[in-house]
T-cell receptor
């Protein structure tokens, strides 16, 4: 079955520190992959997406993610975290041309000042 | 401004009292979808619609109905709500040529007592 896994439920980092949120996928073929962010009381905002080509994708708010086929991973990174990055982050996947997004269970990010 | 709107944003109701959550988008998108978000489970798809008068079940359709009489609207209907439908609900829309890239509404927090 197609799935997306986020191993970390909660992560705490200090402001200014680097961040990496993990995402693993299980699909028969290479899926399209997404990272969304959900700030408290808000809907989901698309940070970035990977369809094909360059395996390092840049997104909004200074985020980037790297697709690694050998590890079935699509980890989200940011070099220096800001307090406003505290939110819940969701990884999602879909087969190419498909219409059913499968979401991971989310990672709650806390930023310590 | 391109957006997906949902009403109401918050709703407390009692078991068995029929309710409707409205969803509307102004982007002329063919594709629309409903998700529910529960702690530790991420987002799960309830129903989706590829176009007017075309709807299909998602992963968790039991206890829900939808209709798509107009392109812009996709209401979610709970004929007889139960406490296990207490959740945060999101509507999303997408262009039919790229249904993998979805735009989300702000969410509706439903409590069924």
């Amino acid at each position: 079955a197609q799935s997306v896994t986020q191993p970390d439920i909660h992560i705490t980092v200090s402001e200014g520190a680097s961040l990496e949120l993990r995402c693993n996928y299980s699909y028969g073929a290479t899926p399209y992959l997404f990272w969304y962010v959900q700030s408290p009381g808000q809907g989901l905002q698309l940070l970035l997406k990977y369809f094909s080509g360059d395996t390092l994708v840049q997104g909004i708010k200074g985020f980037e993610a790297e697709f690694k086929r050998s590890q079935s991973s699509f980890n989200l990174r940011k070099p220096s975290v800001h307090w406003s990055d505290a939110a819940e982050y969701f990884c999602a996947g879909v087969t190419g041309g498909g219409n059913k997004l499968t979401f991971g269970t989310g990672t709650q990010l806390k930023v310590e000042l | 401004e391109a957006q997906v709107t949902q009403n109401p944003r918050y709703l407390i109701t009692v078991t068995g009292k029929k309710l409707t959550v409205t969803c509307s988008q102004n982007m002329n998108h063919e594709y629309m979808s409903w998700y529910r978000q529960d702690p530790g489970l991420g987002l799960r798809q309830i129903y989706y619609s590829m176009n007017v008068e075309v709807t299909d079940k998602g992963d968790v359709p039991e206890g829900y109905k939808v209709s798509r009489k107009e392109k812009r609207n996709f209401p979610l209907i709970l004929e007889s709500p139960s406490p296990n439908q207490t959740s945060l609900y999101f509507c999303a829309s997408a262009d039919s040529t790229s249904t993998d890239t979805q735009y989300f509404g702000p969410g509706t927090r439903l409590t069924v007592l």
